[in-house]
């Protein structure tokens, strides 16, 4: 299997631009998908196929990618996203990882 | 759409703990289910995927053995089994039927506490 590594955390004001980054030597090739998590909640996903959002949530949030590397924005950060964000890719075996997440504090 | 799950569960180690995870407002058999565990503080660790259609499953190399992903498809129910329960088991358990959104639906999650 592979692994997706991201920063343990990260700390933004009110009104920034948060990234964070993901990254893992099969994302070359796969797609990637962002969740976030709050505390005592399942986690919702954000971002699809490394860059398309579904209906509902904030355009604030989005994905871009580069070849190893992904890193999802959030424009204009509020309060409310204040939470856990995972990134997670699938192998060619169907396999899925998850990264270790990153806990996004605004402060 | 929604994935309802059993309740909390307390077990010794050793023993095996069954959970229950029933889908609604969708077809149960057109989405893979996928378990997923949170240990308390950590991140999301994937467990495996089941094919709701056919019984087809896939688990994660570090769970083989141990892990066995069934269904119901009468009553629009999967479930995960876990065997050989140690301290390190002690998690909140999700299933999340997987389709062209990635994860896009969970269920609200199953504590299982191992504990002697």
């Known amino acids: 299997s592979f692994e997706l590594t991201q920063p343990p955390s990260v700390s933004v004001s009110p009104g920034q631009t948060a990234r964070i980054s993901c990254s893992g030597d099969a994302l070359a090739l796969q797609f990637v998908y962002w969740y976030q998590q709050k505390p005592g909640q399942a986690p919702v996903v954000l971002i699809y196929k490394d860059n398309k959002r579904p209906s509902g949530i904030p355009e604030r949030f989005s994905g871009s990618s580069s070849g190893t590397a992904v890193t999802l924005t959030i424009s204009g950060v509020q309060a409310e996203d204040e939470a856990d964000y995972y990134c997670?890719?699938?192998?060619?075996?169907?396999?899925?990882?998850f990264g270790g997440g990153t806990k996004l504090t605004v402060l | 759409v929604q994935l309802v799950q059993s309740g909390a569960d307390v077990k010794k180690p050793g023993a095996s703990v069954k959970v229950s995870c029933k889908a609604s407002g969708y077809s149960f058999i057109s989405d893979d289910i996928n378990w997923v565990r949170q240990a308390p503080g950590q991140g999301l660790e994937w467990m495996g995927w089941?094919?709701?259609?056919?019984?087809?499953?896939g688990y994660a190399q570090k769970l083989q053995g141990r892990v066995t992903m069934t269904r119901n498809p009468s009553i629009n129910t999967a479930y995960m089994e876990l065997s050989s329960l140690t301290s390190e088991d002690t998690a909140v358990y999700y299933c999340a039927k997987s389709g062209d959104q990635g994860f896009d639906t969970w269920g609200q999650g199953t504590l299982v506490i191992v504990s002697s």
């Open positions: 089941m094919n709701p259609n056919n019984g087809n499953t």
């Open positions: 997670q890719s699938s192998d060619s075996s169907g396999t899925w990882v």
